[in-house]
């Protein structure tokens, strides 16, 4: 079990950016693939974006279009997502989780620990 804090969310401009950030601990961080999520109000968890356990693999949500990135720091058991060009509809509650699997997953099932989530606003 691996546990997750994130941090970085927060109110935006649209057009604007944030730099999410989710530390881990309690395990092994270079042993899971990481991912993000969000959470709109009323909607079920939308996959954003996953990194392999090296960082060397990547996959974005189909809604990213070159907007997002993901990143991480196996030193510092860390793994960021750095958002640009922030639209309304970007507003969500952001998660990350870690999953076992060497597997680049979409699926939430998949992640088998989550953080607590970090709230990001969109002002028009």
């Known amino acids: 079990q691996v546990e997750l804090v994130e941090s970085g969310g927060g109110l935006v401009q649209a057009g604007g950016s944030l730099r999410l950030s989710c530390v881990a601990s309690?395990?092994?961080?270079?042993?899971?693939?990481m991912g993000w999520f969000r959470q709109a109000q009323g909607k079920a968890h939308e996959f954003v974006a996953a990194i392999t356990r090296s960082g060397g693999g990547l996959v974005y949500g189909d809604f990213v279009k070159g907007r997002f990135s993901i990143s991480r720091d196996n030193a510092k058991n860390t793994v960021y997502l750095q958002m640009n060009s922030l639209e309304f509809e970007d507003a969500a509650v952001y998660y990350c989780?870690?999953?076992?699997?060497?597997?680049?997953?979409?699926?939430?099932?998949?992640?088998?620990?989550w953080g607590q989530g970090t709230q990001v606003t969109v002002s028009s």
């Open positions: 309690g395990h092994t961080f270079s042993g899971y693939t």
């Open positions: 989780a870690a999953s076992p699997s060497p597997v680049l997953d979409r699926e939430p099932v998949q992640y088998s620990d």
